[in-house]
Structure formats: C-alpha cells, structure tokens
C-alpha cells in the first residue's frame, strides 16, 4: 500500500512539474522554458523525475538528464524493452491525437546504465507543436 501511495505522489509531483512548464512557456516564453527545463538542479528536476520538452516533428528541446539527445531528432529512437516501439513517435502521436496520455516504456535511470519500466505523462502545449512529458520508474 505504502509503494502505491509514494507512486502516486510521485506521479502528482511529475503532473505538477509539467504543468509548470506548460505555464513558463506561456509566460516567459519557449527560450526561457528550454533553459529552465535543461537546469539539472533546477525547479524542473526532482529526484528522478523530471520534465523533458520536445517538438511535433520530434526534436528534443530540453532534456535535463541526457543532453545529448538535445537537438536530436528522437522519432528513431526504440524502447529499451520492446525493440519494435518507436517510444518518442508514440509521444508525438498522443500529443497530435487527443493532446495528452500516459505511456509506458523501458529507459534508463540517471545513474544507472540498466533500463527499468518507465512511465510519462505527455501533454501537449496549448496553442503550439510541442509537448512536454514528467514519469517516473516503476
């Protein structure tokens, strides 16, 4: 019971981190989101869970954990655990379809090489082609 309770904070806090993105772009704009989100000890990060930002035609923005895939287009990239699933495709097609969704996938923990189960919320910035996402590990 304890592990679904912390889950769920968890998952709470992920929705709250994204949100916040979602609003600095509003306020600040995207440059400045892009900044704020990249800061590994920023207001973005929080253990390990974290909001990466993205566009629609699947270049990663920010990424504050893995900032080699800045600038990369992403849609390529294959699930750790199931080879066939284009994760960062299905991101972008729940952002296109109905503008936001839960998925789940395998990816690697920041400081530890092994992928473990993985799941983000991937919602859509209003009013423009890109998409911000927060999970956590299972």
Do not use: C
């Not at 709250?16 to 400045?32: C, F, P, Q, S, Y």
């Not at 930002?53 to 080699?68: E, F, I, R, V």
Request: no cysteine; glycine share 12%; proline share 4%.
């Amino acid at each position: 019971m304890r592990k679904v309770a912390m889950t769920m904070l968890v998952l709470i806090l992920g929705l709250i981190l994204a949100a916040g993105a979602l609003a600095m772009v509003a306020d600040k704009g995207l440059d400045e989101a892009i900044k704020a989100i990249n800061d590994k000890k920023g207001t973005f990060v929080w253990k390990d869970t974290y909001v990466f930002m993205m566009d629609l035609d699947g270049k990663m923005l920010a990424h504050p954990m893995s900032p080699a895939l800045i600038g990369q287009n992403v849609l390529d990239r294959k699930d750790k655990g199931e080879p066939g699933k284009l994760l960062f495709k299905e991101f972008v097609e729940l952002a296109k379809g109905s503008g936001e969704g839960w998925s789940g996938y395998m990816w690697a923990n920041p400081g530890d090489a092994a992928p473990r189960k993985k799941i983000s919320f991937i919602y859509r910035v209003p009013g423009k082609d890109l998409l911000v996402g927060a999970g956590i590990w299972e």
